[in-house]
């Protein structure tokens, strides 16, 4: 034991003093011009390395630099630049005087992915042939570097014309072998707007064809976003997907992707092009699709008595920046749309069968297909959207078949005071698309019809019933349990918040009504008069016909929280028993021998 451990610290004198000698010996400061020259050779990009370099033996051989920076070839601004560089080295290379770097580590790094620090042709570089065909792939690699390590950076990154986004606490670990097979492993985080974004990222890279190709896979993305304009809990899920990127082209691919959002899961493939023209075209399926918890303006009121989550809003800020369709990415790309959702949730509807098929032409988007089923009814809602102009215009041309009535007057925050199924075929347009503003400021018209018609808490026929038993004890009918109104149809038309009702004909058992009316989305008001025939009296054969012939008005009018009513039936079976009496005076009168008796008694029943 005692020579096992002699013969440990016997080698472990040698390499200290070996590497101290070496240290002694070897003077990092002459490696600066090589590794500028490598650097320059290599990528074409020029390294700066500000103050001298001083080595570090523990744990690692490592010679340690002070601020450097990174620039493009004709770039203003430098790709990278660091406060602090650490580069791991072989020990074996500098015995003969080389310099072989396994790592390179920065530290408080500044990361800039914008036009000013992209590189830029030389001036007066002849170019070739626009449609030439790209030069063959090169088999070497700009970063012939095993292991790269960033460590809370900063990454700047811009689109030309766009806005800036800071990426802080940026974490990057790229390790390569030989055939510049790569793992990475990334990490950051996004403030903007009094939003937040964080991502953690692991993946594989096959870098063999940079910079024409790369590929690779993100095994796992862990992302989260939460904050102004988002849903209360935030949405927060995961993200893996195969990827091919052809840097000649600006062409992307992504296969198997596999998309996690809040309890929503998206499967598909993507495919598109950066340089312009722009072009995405997206396939996606879901199995469950809850748009209730990715949307904020989705959610409807809830209860009385029940806690809702509040969705913080965007701050309102002196001098905000005036948006307007022409800042719209759209206007530039052409999109291909197509979803697919077993089930999905919007506004508290439970809709199955969802399919979505959508193209973008340059700002003129064509809802091809929006369709689906609620409940025991289907929907289909083709239309088109286009923001080419300053202020949007939307047209849709709504198709519902048998759709429950009450799910659907909740989810558009309207009163659930009518019962059945509603089918409806119409044209709307409007210049939003929020459900709110569109109650406000849409237009349109639709043919409607509904079946199975009950008004909540109010019984038509009872009612009549009731009031005629007080207006007169000469006919009676037997009270029956609310039939409700088998079918009924009619006009609608919509008016900047104002729905109006029109040719509204229907009937039930021993019912049938005719009437119109308007309701006020916006004042939350209504007025509406129907006119009601109610078969099946008994009693008075006078006023029996008086009851089935004539129809009894019932007006409902005022606010939804204070509803009034009006039904004049007195007055209805005292005008027609006027007129019956009147009628059958004429009639004796008629049958009278001539006399002046007779022409003063018309001249009393001349109105």
Avoid: C
């Amino acid at each position: 034991m005692k020579r096992v451990i002699t013969t440990l610290a016997i080698l472990l004198v040698v390499v200290v003093a070996g590497m101290t000698a070496l240290v002694l010996l070897v003077n990092p400061n002459d490696f600066r011009a090589y590794m500028v020259q490598q650097v320059e050779q290599r990528s074409g990009y020029q390294l700066q390395v500000s103050g001298d370099l001083r080595w570090h033996v523990w744990p690692q051989l490592s010679i340690l630099a002070g601020r450097m920076s990174l620039t493009a070839p004709g770039a203003s601004q430098p790709l990278v630049t660091a406060d602090n560089m650490r580069l791991d080295v072989d020990l074996w290379p500098l015995l003969s005087h080389q310099l072989s770097v396994t790592q390179v580590m920065l530290k408080n790094a500044v990361v800039r992915v914008t036009p000013d620090s992209a590189a830029q042709p030389a001036k007066n570089a002849p170019q070739g042939p626009r449609n030439a065909e790209p030069s063959a792939p090169s088999t070497g690699w700009s970063f012939d570097i095993a292991q790269l390590r960033v460590a809370d950076s900063l990454l700047i990154w811009q689109q030309p014309g766009g806005d800036e986004y800071n990426f802080r606490d940026f974490n990057l670990n790229l390790e390569q072998d030989a055939r510049k097979q790569a793992t990475l492993t990334l990490s950051s985080s996004l403030t903007r707007n009094q939003r937040n974004a964080t991502v953690n990222l692991k993946g594989q890279l096959d870098a063999a064809q940079y910079p024409h190709r790369l590929s690779g896979q993100i095994e796992q993305l862990d992302y989260t976003l939460s904050g102004a304009d988002m849903p209360a809990q935030g949405i927060k899920g995961t993200l893996s997907v195969q990827a091919d990127w052809n840097a000649d082209n600006q062409q992307f691919a992504l296969r198997n992707l596999q998309l996690t959002a809040n309890d929503s899961t998206l499967t598909g493939q993507a495919d598109g092009r950066l340089a312009m023209p722009q072009r995405l075209a997206l396939d996606l399926k879901a199995s469950n699709l809850n748009l209730d918890n990715l949307l904020t303006d989705t959610s409807v009121a809830d209860a009385p008595g029940a806690q809702r989550a509040t969705v913080a809003r965007s701050p309102v800020i002196a001098q905000p920046r005036e948006t307007s369709n022409a800042d719209s990415p759209l206007n530039s790309l052409d999109l291909a749309l197509k979803v697919q959702a077993d089930k999905a949730l919007w506004r508290g509807l439970p809709l199955t069968g969802l399919a979505i098929d959508a193209t973008n032409q340059r700002g003129l988007m064509t809802l091809n297909t929006l369709k689906g089923s609620l409940g025991q009814g289907s929907f289909s809602i083709p239309g088109s959207i286009d923001i080419r102009q300053p202020v949007t215009h939307i047209s849709l041309q709504p198709a519902l078949s048998q759709i429950d009535i009450q799910p659907l007057l909740k989810a558009f925050e309207l009163p659930e005071s009518l019962q059945g199924t509603v089918s409806l075929n119409g044209n709307l347009a409007g210049d939003t698309l929020s459900v709110a503003e569109a109650k406000r400021s849409w237009q349109g018209r639709a043919a409607i019809s509904a079946s199975h018609l009950k008004l909540a808490q109010l019984n038509l026929q009872q009612m009549v019933r009731r009031a005629v038993a007080r207006a007169s004890n000469r006919v009676s009918s037997d009270d029956q349990p609310d039939q409700g109104i088998d079918q009924i149809s009619g006009q609608l038309a919509l008016n900047r918040g104002e729905l109006s009702f029109s040719q509204l004909s229907g009937n039930g058992q021993h019912l049938a009504l005719q009437g119109e009316g308007k309701v006020n989305m916006v004042q939350q008001q209504l007025d509406v008069t129907l006119g009601l025939k109610i078969s099946g009296w008994k009693g008075d054969e006078e006023l029996v016909a008086a009851l089935s012939d004539q129809p009894i008005p019932l007006r409902m009018y005022g606010s939804w929280n204070d509803l009034q009513y009006s039904l004049p039936v007195d007055e209805v079976l005292r005008d027609r028993l006027q007129n019956e009496a009147k009628s059958r005076l004429d009639k004796w009168i008629e049958r009278q021998p001539e006399s002046d008796n007779k022409q003063n008694m018309q001249k009393l029943l001349r109105p």
